[in-house]
Nanobody, 123 residues
Framework: QPQLVESGGGLVHAGGSLRLSCEAS????????VTWFRQAPGKERKRVMC????????NYDDSVKGRLSVSRANGENTAYLQMNALQPEDTAKYYC????????????????WGQGTQVTVSA
């Protein structure tokens, strides 16, 4: 059964950094786009950034521009979300999801989801 597992979340002070990982098992991530989402308490889940199978990157959230970046290590079957200059408003549970091949301008049907990892940023 294919699976995505996020890790790397935690508690950081404002201005700090974290790198989240999305590791795939039972699935060759080389062929899949990976999208990162976040859901703050009491709010809807929001799409943040995507990296396509070909390395194309799409940013869906202007509030993270210049602070968050995505990458992938195909040999490790893992995608990453690097988060710098974190602010309290970045506090959320972060999820990764996979759809085949390419990032889409509108939400596609995602085939696989991780269980999420919590990021908490203190002021």
């Amino acid at each position: 059964q294919p699976q995505l597992v996020e890790s790397g979340g935690g508690l950081v002070h404002a201005g700090g950094s974290l790198r989240l990982s999305c590791e795939a098992s039972g699935l060759n991530l080389d062929y899949w786009a990976v999208t990162w989402f976040r859901q703050a308490p009491g709010k809807e889940r929001k799409r943040v950034m995507c990296i396509g199978a070909d390395g194309e990157i799409r940013n869906y959230d202007d509030s993270v521009k210049g602070r968050l970046s995505v990458s992938r290590a195909n040999g490790e079957n893992t995608a990453y979300l690097q988060m710098n200059a974190l602010q309290p408003e970045d506090t959320a549970k972060y999820y990764c999801a996979a759809n085949f091949r390419a990032c889409k301008p509108t939400d596609p049907l995602y085939d696989y989801w991780g269980q999420g990892t919590q990021v908490t940023v203190s002021a």
